[in-house]
């Protein structure tokens, strides 16, 4: 609501600002000025045929969606061709990067005057498998409907393959002047463990990806009322810290139990830990996450967000955040979650071992031996076993202060005036964070989704995924923007 009284005052004000013009030649002198000047926006001095694009985008979209890449197994080849020889056409030459053949990543870059560091966009070219009957047109069809194009991979992820793709080919047709290079990464084996993909395109070729900022997917933005409301910007995520508790005691028959029983132990444990809430804390993107989000929330919920922030009124909204938005509770604090039990294998046996899965998500600043040792305290018991399963790309969030987070802000003012930049945290993982562990400042983006598709679940791995048309053209759109910014000779 607050942002429709926000677009017509920015009509309003445009008006009054004609009236200006008018009345000072000076002021318009100083407009031509600025147009024809060096000095004019980047995006000013090559302008798109967007008609002529939209169609080249939804081609080429239709046809990466029809290559089935659904991972297991992937064969994500086909895809990396298909880029490869669009791009090639053009005269820009990619590079497989391949650990299994029917597996290879496309790399490709456009050169700047490399006054500047590169910046590396991406997109991965596999999808989660479907089930088929649960869709309502062929998953792999890219189907046109209702202002939607469906099928399996439409939000997740090769709108981002698409828009990486239309990115070189408009900076080579236009000959943008860059300081940084651009680079181009179609990356598989996102949707499994990334042996293939990313893992070993930066264990093996580092130097062929290494850039200053990355762009990738995590983000999105809301349309909300036919206005846009957010664009949602990842920055940061949560640290993955799985361990497996293990009990041992006396085993023996059924029924002459004795005191120091491993299924007690451990369910002791289990309990200690589900009754624990670790400290709140905020980050300069959850802090910043809250405030935006105040701004364009109804009343109710921006008073929430607002006492979020104040240390003497958090208190409550933690509680209700706990209950009622569990994402916003795992966005304040390290979580843990029992989530595998193990014991006993017949109804008469005490058993001599017990084990339990707990699923930690650290808060990306969290200090994991501190909390190890808080957690050895909660527990309270020195005889259970604690072993650490899985941990890795601890990274540290990427800043707002940095060039490419002001070049998404100002795109975002130019292409949706009355939205806000909301900085994100994700609660689960993606492959920016190994590439924040080397030091890439990596910013999670993504199309904008009308607000009753996100609550109807249309959205990446759901059945009927589906992406607006409009949203797809306007990614591209966003992308050429933010590139422009950060990359383009001023
Ligand atoms: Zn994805």
């Known amino acids: 609501m607050k942002h429709r009284a926000h677009g017509k005052n920015f009509v309003g004000g445009r008006r009054e600002a004609w009236g200006y013009l008018y009345g000072g030649g000076l002021v318009i002198l100083g407009l031509l000025l600025l147009i024809s000047s060096p000095a004019a926006m980047a995006q000013d001095r090559y302008p798109v045929p967007w008609d002529k694009v939209e169609k080249e985008t939804l081609e080429h979209f239709q046809n990466l969606i029809r290559i089935n890449t659904s991972n297991p197994p992937g064969n994500e080849t086909p895809a990396a061709e298909y880029v490869q020889r669009a791009l090639e056409r053009e005269g820009i030459y990619g590079t497989f990067l391949a650990l299994d053949p029917k597996r290879a990543n496309l790399v490709a870059r456009i050169r700047g005057n490399g006054s500047k560091r590169p910046i590396l966009v991406m997109g991965h070219t596999d999808v989660v498998g479907v089930q088929k009957e649960q869709w309502s047109v062929a998953p792999f069809a890219a189907v046109r ?182 994402r916003h509770n795992s966005m304040i604090r390290t979580t843990l979650a029992p989530t595998v039990l193990k014991a006993g294998f017949r109804d008469n046996v005490i058993p001599s071992e017990a084990e339990a899965i707990i699923d930690i998500r650290a808060l990306p600043e969290e200090d994991m031996a501190k909390f190890r040792k808080m957690l050895e305290d909660v527990i309270a018991d020195p005889s259970i076993e604690i072993k650490p399963i899985l941990g890795r790309d601890k990274a540290p969030a990427s800043k707002l202060n940095t060039e490419m987070w002001a070049g998404l802000e100002k795109t975002q003012k130019r292409l949706y005036p009355g939205a806000v930049v909301l900085p994100m945290m994700l609660t689960g993982a993606s492959d920016l964070s190994p590439l924040r562990s080397k030091g890439v400042q990596a910013y999670g983006i993504g199309p904008l989704m ?33 590139v422009l910014e950060v990359a383009a000779s001023k």
């Open 145 to 326: 409907k209702d202002g939607y194009i469906w099928g399996r991979g439409t939000l997740d992820d090769k709108h981002d393959v698409t828009a990486g793709l239309m990115l070189m080919l408009l900076l080579k047709r236009q000959g943008v002047k860059l300081d940084r290079d651009v680079i181009l990464l179609c990356e598989v084996g996102e949707e499994g463990y990334n042996q293939e993909g990313l893992r070993h395109v930066m264990d093996k070729y580092w130097e062929q990806i290494d850039a200053e900022f990355a762009l990738a997917e995590g983000g999105g933005g809301l349309i909300k009322g036919g206005k846009v409301e957010f664009v949602g910007v990842a920055t940061t995520e949560k640290y993955r810290w799985r361990i497996q508790l293990s009990a041992k005691g006396r085993g023996g028959h059924g029924s002459q139990p004795t005191p120091d029983s491993a299924v007690v132990k451990i369910a002791n444990a289990v309990s200690k830990i589900g009754a624990w809430v670790p400290e709140m804390k905020l980050s300069e993107t959850t802090r910043t996450y809250f405030e935006r989000l105040a701004e364009i929330s109804p009343p109710a919920e921006a008073a929430r967000y607002r006492a979020i922030l104040d240390p003497a009124k958090r208190a409550e909204v933690e509680k209700y955040f706990a209950q009622e938005e569990p």
């Open 450 to 482: 009308l607000e009753e598709d996100i609550k109807g679940g249309v959205g990446a791995h759901a059945d009927n995924e589906r992406i607006l048309e409009k949203s797809l053209h306007d990614y591209v759109r966003f992308m050429w923007h933010a």
